[in-house]
């Protein structure tokens, strides 16, 4: 039982460059989303999903697009990278039902140079 | 809106030694209170929860009760050990469809032998 799967674990971009955070969970849960994880201010939630075909935004969307076309996958895209997007992701999923445990994936380290 | 504030760290402690971290929130309805417990390197796992008021949370030695007079979730134990050393989270969820989750900005402990 693999949980919830990131890819990559580490990345460099150039600002400007595009590219795609891939999460994947096993568990069949209907609700996933994204967090961002900068120092002395938590984790902020990105985008989130309740199931496939539908999305919301959280609070810091601006800059990253999501979608969800499988119960299985929310991938996270970075449309044109900045320095400020430095930060390291973490993936989440969980039964949707607001008072259950959410399972984080092991995060992906970006950088934006 | 909802907001979580946690004591800042890192907290540096002795083994065995006892520990406290404190939480306080702010909500209009009546959040389910979690603490989630990031080691090095990894992603966040969920520690304790509780999900209403007078709760008492336990796991691995750590308590958390839910004090909505107070609203407070303060994370204790009472004999810490190495293994301990992690930074730990205090988050609240709005149990609405989604899990949500509104984190604190995370306490770093640190547990020396």
């Known amino acids: ?113 | 809106g909802d907001s979580v504030t946690q004591m800042e760290g890192p907290v540096t402690l002795s083994e065995e030694a006892f520990l406290t971290i404190n939480c306080t929130y702010t909500a209009t309805g009546y959040p389910s209170l979690f603490w989630y417990v990031q080691y090095p390197g990894e992603g966040l796992q969920l520690l304790l929860k509780a999900t209403k008021a007078d709760d008492k949370g336990s796991n691995k030695g750590f308590e958390a009760t839910y004090r909505k007079e107070t609203t407070s979730f303060h994370l204790e134990k009472g004999s810490v050990q190495v293994s301990d050393s992690a930074v730990y989270f205090c988050a609240l969820s709005d149990r609405s469809n989604t899990d949500k989750l509104i984190f604190g900005t995370g306490t770093r402990l640190q547990v020396f032998p």
């Open chain 1, 1 to 113: 039982n693999a949980g919830v799967t990131q890819t990559p674990k580490f990345q460099v971009l150039k600002t400007g460059q595009s590219m795609t955070l891939q999460c994947a969970q096993d568990m069949n849960h209907e609700y996933m989303s994204w967090y961002r994880q900068d120092p002395g201010m938590g984790l902020r939630l990105i985008h989130y999903s309740v199931g496939a075909g539908i999305t919301d935004q959280g609070e810091v969307p601006n800059g990253y697009n999501v979608s969800r076309s499988t119960t299985e996958d929310f991938p996270l895209r970075l449309l044109s990278a900045a320095p400020s997007q430095t930060s390291v992701y973490f993936c989440a999923s969980g039964r949707g039902q607001g008072h259950t445990e959410a399972f984080f994936g092991q995060g992906t380290r970006l950088t934006v140079v």
